[in-house]
């Protein structure tokens, strides 16, 4: 079942979600399969917590993986990966079905691998949901920060 903040930016916004059987997209290369796309099409929202306690979510496509390296030279300080509990407080989605729509206190990043796709697919807030968006979209509905933070 979608979130209702999540349902509430998809009508503002005029965007259809993609569901499908649960538990069927929690990785990039299932929901990829799932809809029909490119793995890369998939847009992955990866929660980080940065040494000051801060966390930054970044949305990249999802055949890349996150550079430590670019993150650190992005913000100023290191960062690690947020476990599941605290994806969920932070977020208030689980790892799998994470949406950067309807996100709050949290700075939200778009890497420029998603830029490559003319459609991209957010999760909706479950394990089995797809939103096709455009970059512009994703960018304007989130009010994120272009970023180049994958490898």
């Not at 206190?105 to 991209?120: E, F, G, P, V």
């Not at 957010?122 to 939103?131: K, M, N």
């Amino acid at each position: 079942m979608i979130p209702e903040r999540v349902k509430q930016v998809l009508d503002q916004y005029h965007l259809e979600v993609l569901e499908f059987t649960p538990g069927s997209t929690p990785t990039a290369l299932q929901a990829a399969e799932q809809i029909g796309s490119a793995v890369g099409q998939i847009a992955k929202s990866i929660l980080m917590r940065g040494k000051d306690g801060s966390y930054r979510m970044f949305v990249t496509a999802g055949d890349r993986k996150i550079s430590s390296g670019k993150v650190k030279r992005l913000t100023g300080m290191k960062h690690s990966m947020a476990d599941a509990q605290e994806t969920q407080s932070v977020t208030g989605f689980l790892p799998g079905g994470v949406c950067p729509f309807g996100v709050t206190k949290t700075a939200i990043y778009l890497d420029i691998s998603l830029m490559a796709y003319d459609t991209i697919y957010p999760a909706a807030g479950t394990d089995a949901s797809g939103v096709p968006v455009s970059f512009e979209q994703l960018m304007e509905i989130t009010g994120a920060s272009l970023c180049d933070v994958t490898v």
